[in-house]
């Protein structure tokens, strides 16, 4: 680690007078060739944005009717702490910028909206700049949007971010803008992590609002530059809440052209060195080399090879766009199977319970027993006998040693308890939407057919979300 500092103060030496003179002569400094970003994102095209909202609509349908009365019943959101708004439903997707301060991230934003030096544009500067979460959303015209009313508002899928306290909502922003790609897209720019600085000094919850976004980000870049390669404790905090999530990140080496390939190949080596321990995973996460901002390469450097990490990653991020409602299908049938497991353990709880209690038995000492030896009775091996479940889908013992020490076993009722003549049973609609409803629809998309020739009559598409801060 010692060597990787020494490393990263080298080549501060050799950047920072170049970086300097940089700023000041950015202005004049030719600006770079934008064909390659409008054609790869389709920025020029005149086809008019596909209208899916009955398709999410109908997914909405769907979650509610079928997935969210057993989500209540056994309150799954108390175990995961992530609960599903209409606004998140039938939000676009959403890309995360997250990384250590002054690394080029409000930069790269700037650049792939090409914002630069238009009254759009975020701030921007070598010090730490960026303080608050920054949403940057469509718009019919430049429209800045404070925290408290985006939590507010359910019609957008930021209303949970209220539980984070009115200290985080002064630090949450957001900017319309009426741009093409906004259309299809959210980007969210993030303050940059500072090693020397503790969670209690930003006065909210830094990595509990962290991990909130990265639930949901479609796309999360972390962005790099040469001379901040080294790994403290917030950053390692930051990639332990990433572990699961390795196929939407997207590791970005920033500022490139300001180092010599031979400098850049070891520089390259450093950062794989000092994330390795941190992302356990047989295939890394990609890494893209270039330098995103809008102005030209740096000469004598290989302008070709980070033209194309360039195009690569913009590919990439439209690959996201294009596969939204995909990846909006696949993720609530995900969470449909984790809501199914949850009531699935919660009900062979209850089971085992009402098994173990005899007229003389203590109740609280008998569940007291069974939640902290649950394979003594084979709670979870049952599970895995006699129901489709994966053992890599269970969730883990402990849990559930907090969950039942919130909310007592004997305010819960079994599945078979759960049925009504006129809704049905609660299991036998959350596993019809897993097995026939959620695939039928992700089938109606890879068919090809059109989203918007499904009937809202008989999809029962419901009403749009309203805002409660908005005047009638």
């Known amino acids: 680690m010692r060597a990787l500092v020494l490393l990263c103060c080298f080549v501060a030496s050799l950047l920072l007078p170049g970086q300097a003179e940089a700023e000041d002569v950015s202005e004049e400094a030719p600006l770079r060739d934008r064909s390659h ?35 209540q019943s056994y309150k799954y959101n108390e175990l995961r702490q992530h609960e599903i708004t209409d606004g998140e439903i039938t939000s676009k997707p959403m890309v995360l910028f997250l990384g250590p301060w002054s690394v080029g991230k409000s930069t790269m934003i700037n650049y792939l909206l090409g914002l630069e030096n238009t009254r759009y544009q975020l701030y921007t500067g070598a010090e730490p700049t960026t303080s608050e979460f920054t949403v940057l959303m469509h718009g019919p015209k430049l429209k800045t949007i404070e925290g408290i009313v985006m939590a507010a508002d359910s019609a957008r899928s930021f209303s949970p971010l209220e539980k984070f306290g009115q200290n985080f909502l002064e630090k949450l922003i957001g900017i319309e803008v009426p741009h093409k790609l906004l259309e299809r897209v959210t980007f969210v720019d993030t303050p940059g992590i500072i090693e020397n600085r503790k969670q209690q000094e930003r006065g909210y919850p ?93 000469p004598d450097t290989h302008r070709d090879l980070f033209l194309r990490e360039e195009i690569s990653l913009l590919e990439d991020l439209n690959q996201v766009i294009e596969n939204r409602l995909e990846n909006k299908i696949a993720f609530i049938r995900q969470y449909a199977i984790r809501v199914r497991i949850h009531a699935l353990l919660v009900d062979r709880y209850l089971q085992t319970y009402k098994d173990k209690m005899t007229f003389f038995s203590d109740g609280e000492l008998v569940f007291k027993d069974i939640v902290e030896d649950p394979d003594k009775f084979y709670i979870f091996k049952t599970i895995l006998a006699k129901t489709n479940v994966s053992k890599f889908d269970l969730p883990n013992r402990e849990a559930y040693k907090d969950f039942f020490g919130i909310n007592p076993i004997s305010s819960f009722k079994l599945l078979s308890q759960q049925c009504s003549y006129m809704g049905g049973c609660f299991l036998d609609k959350i596993e019809r939407a897993i097995t ?36 009638p």
């Open 436 to 471: 026939q409803e959620l695939p039928s629809l992700l089938g109606s998309l890879g068919l090809g057919k059109n989203p918007g020739a499904l009937n809202c009559d008989k999809t029962g598409c419901g009403e749009t979300p309203k805002n409660r801060y908005r005047k």
């Open 37 to 71: 970003v409008e054609k790869t994102l389709m920025l020029n095209e005149d086809k008019p944005t596909d209208d899916f909202s009955v398709v999410l609509q109908r997914l909405r349908k769907i979650y509610h009717s079928s997935i969210k009365p057993l989500e």
């Open 206 to 298: 830094f990595n509990d609002v962290c991990q909130w976004f990265i639930d949901r980000a479609d796309l999360i870049f972390v962005v790099f530059d040469p001379t901040k390669l080294d790994v403290g404790l917030e950053l390692e905090m930051l990639f332990r809440q990433l572990k699961g999530r390795e196929s939407q990140i997207r590791i970005i080496l920033n500022k490139a052209d300001n180092l010599a390939m031979q400098m850049l190949m070891r520089v390259y080596g450093a950062l794989f060195w000092s994330l390795a321990p941190l992302i356990n995973v047989t295939e890394p996460p990609r890494v893209y080399v270039s330098s995103f901002w809008p102005y030209d390469y740096k």
